[in-house]
């Protein structure tokens, strides 16, 4: 039986979501995904508005919860894709960093007045318990990324019987 080329070569280009090939893996909280989806708009603003002050302020201010996150990130990808995990989880950072570049640069010359409040506005939280409402708020996913594979059921391994 012939398989299709295309979707085997848009996976290698990394077109295609990280689902294929993933194993049934519990996901984690919506809140994992937003926080790192702030993060990453955060670092997307430092680079494009030549401002890193705000980033660095962020970054030292929530260090420990954003750590946790990555963890967490990192445990889920392990667990959904095994000894790719590494690759996935940073498959879907750079798709996610691309995307809101991407979504930067449509904005043009309004991007950065237009997005620098979010650093003050996360850094005036009075609890760091409040990041991830925060950052849910601000629904920095794109649509249509996938940000799960939970419900993707592994792969039966096939054995072939010699003759």
Excluded at 62 to 69: N, S
Excluded at 76 to 94: I, K
Excluded at 126 to 148: D, E, H, N
């Amino acid at each position: 039986m012939r398989r299709p080329i295309l979707p085997v070569l848009a996976a290698c280009l990394g077109l295609l979501p990280p689902i294929l090939g993933a194993r049934a893996a519990p996901c984690p909280p919506r809140a994992t995904f937003d926080v790192t989806a702030l993060q990453s708009e955060m670092m997307v603003l430092a680079t494009t508005c030549h401002d890193a002050t705000g980033y660095n302020a962020f970054m030292r201010r929530y260090q420990p919860y954003l750590l946790q996150t990555e963890r967490t990130l990192q445990t889920y990808f392990d667990h959904a894709y095994g000894r790719g995990g590494q690759s996935a989880h940073d498959r879907f950072v750079t798709s996610l960093a691309n995307a809101q570049s991407n979504a930067g640069l449509v904005q043009g010359t309004d991007f950065c007045p237009r997005n620098q409040a979010l650093f003050s506005e996360a850094l005036s939280l009075r609890q760091t318990s409040q990041l991830p409402l925060y950052a849910a708020g601000k629904a920095l996913i794109p649509p249509g990324m996938p940000t799960c594979v939970a419900s993707v059921a592994p792969r039966k391994r096939i054995v072939r019987r010699r003759r």
